[in-house]
């Protein structure tokens, strides 16, 4: 606590912005946040689905318009799998949301190449969300708190593993076992190897598969950790963002050439592993969970309705433009409870919650301060 005093000190004092980015990255070493921006913590979760990705962006536009603020100005904490692994560096490290096109062009390419080229999706997943280790973008003072989910697979219980740009102050310890060293793409292709389309990813001694073979609703994961960086601050909006679902037909699954025959979907491996997979995978139970844990006006879902669940690596164009009429149908429907959702991310905070952050702050330099002038005395005796 002492340094922690000391570097904020320092901080305050800095001239330049690379020395207040360098102490800015000491204080985040030390699991040390600043205080969040809003009444309180507020969180952005998303979950993976390939190309699906883009309907992320079409609701988080939706958020934009109507607040008027940038996705790091509405959230303090970003959490992602897979997919949503992409979109929460894409869109954390930027002061503004990242065009469509973008993401739609190297989206394409990424997915539809990394099962035939791992190397080439690894050099577009460094030229798209950088090389930089994680902890360092802290460096930037727009940075949201971030983690990354993936699976990891090679232990004697399939486990989640958080990739974090932050460490945990020092009397805390997460239930997840995770890291603040690797790489920005190291985090990124560790939580989207998903099974059957791109291979494992060793880092070290752990080998990862997709995140959201264990938690694709990654939201309560990112309750747990935003409230260990911030113990005494209330949860003043959460949003989880899905990649789209589909109303079940009731025949169940289709089937599709090659696949087993009726009289065989009871004992079919095959159609046991994807049943199997399919429940793991469920978003629905976490968010039930969280709707009965979280009152109404803090916590949002937005998942929308497609007319055909398109595929991860899908190329079909027009299938491409169904989903982003889906998603606009959905938005429509859905304005009131987007416009709820705005209200409560612009909830400011209160005249004793600012005269609180000031009192801890003045505190903070004061004991800095006599740290310091402590040591000089020594020095000088």
């Not at 399939?158 to 990739?163: R, T």
């Not at 099974?195 to 990112?222: C, M």
């Not at 919650?353 to 002038?373: P, S, Y």
């Amino acid at each position: 606590t002492g340094a922690v005093r000391i570097l904020l000190n320092a901080r305050r004092k800095a001239d330049s912005e690379s020395a207040k980015g360098a102490l800015r990255e000491a204080l985040a070493l030390l699991g040390h946040p600043d205080p969040v921006g809003g009444r309180g913590i507020r969180i952005l979760s998303i979950d993976g689905g390939g190309i699906r990705g883009v309907l992320v962006l079409e609701m988080l536009k939706k958020l934009e318009e109507l607040t008027g603020k940038k996705p790091h100005e509405m959230f303090d904490f970003f959490c992602g799998v897979s997919t949503g692994a992409v979109l929460s560096y894409s869109i954390g490290l930027c002061q503004e949301i990242f065009n469509q096109s973008r993401i739609m062009g190297t989206g394409k390419l990424v997915w539809r190449h990394a099962y035939y080229d791992t190397a080439l999706w690894e050099e577009k997943l460094k030229d798209y969300v950088g090389s930089s280790s994680l902890i360092a973008t802290s460096r930037d003072s727009h940075c949201p708190k971030i983690c990354v989910v993936s699976a990891v697979v090679n232990q004697a219980q399939v486990s989640p593993y958080v990739f974090r740009n932050y460490s945990l102050p020092w009397r805390f310890q997460s239930e997840y076992e995770g890291t603040h060293t690797a790489q920005i793409w190291e985090a990124v292709r560790a939580s989207a190897a998903a099974p059957t389309y791109f291979e494992e990813f060793r880092i070290r001694d752990l080998i990862h598969q997709d995140g959201g073979i264990v938690a694709n609703n990654p939201t309560a994961i990112a309750l747990h950790e935003a409230k260990l960086l911030w113990p005494d601050t209330p949860i003043q909006c959460v949003v989880f963002f899905g990649t789209g679902r589909s109303v079940p037909s009731p025949s169940g699954r289709k089937s599709s050439p090659g696949s087993p025959k009726a009289g065989s979907e009871g004992t079919s491996w095959t159609n046991k592993f994807l049943k199997i997979l399919d429940s793991a995978t469920d978003t629905q139970a976490v968010h039930i969970m969280l709707s009965d844990l979280l009152p109404q006006e803090v916590y949002f879902r937005f998942n929308p309705y497609l007319t055909e669940l398109v595929g991860m690596v899908e190329t079909d164009q027009e299938k491409h433009t169904q989903m982003r009429r889906d998603t606009l149908m959905y938005l429509r429907r859905n304005e009131d409870k987007f416009k709820q959702a705005a209200k409560t991310l612009m909830l400011e905070k209160t005249v004793f919650q600012k005269l609180k952050d000031q009192a801890n702050v003045h505190r903070e330099l004061k004991k800095a301060a006599e740290i310091v002038l402590k040591d000089q005395n020594q020095l000088d005796w």
